[in-house]
C-alpha cells in the first residue's frame, strides 16, 4: 500500500517560480519510479515527467528546460520544481507510482499561473 500526498502549489504570475513536493508513505523505496502527471480543465491528464527506477529523469517537451525533477529519499519526497511559468501550466498536478502492478495517485495539488 501507497499513499502519495502533494503539496506546494498556488496562484502565481507568469515568469515566476514553485517547487511542489509529493510525500511517499508505505511501501515505497529509493528505487521505485515516479512520475508527475497534470489536468487542466477540461483536459485529459497528461505526463509531465518522471524519475525511473535508477535515477534517469525525463520531462516531456512542454517542460523541458524549464521544469526540474528531484527526489529526496531521506524524506521519501519527490519534487518537482517549476520555473518560468506560463499561463499554459495552469492545472492540478498529481505525482504516481507503480508498484506490483498497482497505480497509485496523489490528490493532487492546483498550480494557477496568471498572466
Known amino acids: 500500500q501507497v499513499q502519495l500526498v502533494e503539496s506546494g502549489g498556488g496562484l502565481v504570475q507568469a515568469g515566476e517560480s514553485l517547487r511542489l513536493s509529493c510525500e511517499a508513505s508505505g511501501s515505497i523505496s529509493s528505487f521505485t519510479a515516479m512520475d508527475w502527471y497534470r489536468q487542466a480543465a477540461g483536459e485529459q491528464r497528461e505526463w509531465v515527467g518522471g524519475v525511473s527506477r535508477i535515477g534517469i529523469r525525463n520531462y516531456s517537451d512542454a517542460v523541458k528546460g524549464r521544469f526540474t525533477i528531484s527526489r529526496d529519499n531521506a524524506k521519501n519526497t519527490l519534487y518537482l520544481q517549476m520555473n518560468s511559468l506560463k499561463p499554459e501550466d495552469t492545472a492540478v498536478y498529481y505525482c504516481?507510482?507503480?508498484?506490483?502492478?498497482?497505480?497509485?495517485w496523489g490528490r493532487g495539488t492546483q498550480v494557477t499561473v496568471s498572466s
Open positions: 504516481k507510482t507503480r508498484l506490483y502492478g498497482a497505480d497509485y
